[in-house]
């Protein structure tokens, strides 16, 4: 029983296994320039690496996104409640600056989300 596209398969992974013989002869010939490419290679990554800034992106916004999703069962008020006391509590840490916050009403089919910024 033949299997449909094994022999377009097999055709493929013949062409691979033949570019891979070829280039490995290649590299094989060429073993210095390999090596020097493979050097520079290293040496480029390190003074990349070196060059680079470390820390946060200079495009930081400095905000922070938090969205809390409800049991299927919470009503509407509850979730106000509970998005006010989130709210509350990351407005009292002294390094935040402003919170916004947003509940939304999804259809019936899901429960109250809600981000706070």
Known sequence: MAVPGLAAVSRGIDR??????????????????????????????????????KGFSLADTASITAVTRPAPTCRFAE????????????????DVTGVVSSLVQAPSIRPPM???W
């Open 114 to 116: 809600s981000a706070v």
């Open 16 to 53: 691979m296994v033949g570019f891979y013989h070829r280039t490995l002869l290649w590299v094989l010939r060429h073993q210095r320039a390999t090596l020097v490419v493979t050097l520079a290679t290293i040496v480029a990554t390190v003074a990349m690496y070196i060059v680079a800034p």
């Open 79 to 94: 979730m106000q409640n509970r998005q006010s006391e989130a709210a509350d509590a990351i407005k009292a840490d002294p």
